[in-house]
């Protein structure tokens, strides 16, 4: 297993962008990309810095429901998630990204 921290945020971004494309326009995102996504993500924590370690715990959890809430036909409240996550990762690189 290759876990290089520049592979995995790459692998991560190319998931997330068809994910959340999908969610966007009101589609159920395809379960094995969601299952990789979810792995990748859970492997990425490993290099989660401290600083960091609550807002990575926050957006694990809110990923999760966004993907569930998708899977359920819950379209409106992924969204939300989605847009919630977006923000999420707006302030989180502003603040600690160097």
Not at 2 to 9: S, T
Request: with cysteine.
């Amino acid at each position: 297993m290759d876990l290089q921290p520049k592979r995995l945020k790459k692998e991560i971004n190319f998931l997330w962008k068809n994910i959340s494309k999908e969610i966007k326009a009101g589609g159920i995102p395809d379960r094995d990309e969601c299952q990789d996504l979810i792995k990748k993500v859970n492997d990425y924590s490993l290099f989660v810095g401290r600083e960091w370690s609550d807002q990575w715990q926050s957006f694990c959890n809110d990923l999760s429901e966004m993907i569930d809430k998708a899977h359920g036909s819950q379209f409106k409240e992924a969204d939300k998630l989605l847009k919630k996550i977006k923000q999420q990762k707006k302030t989180c690189h502003k603040r600690f990204k160097k």
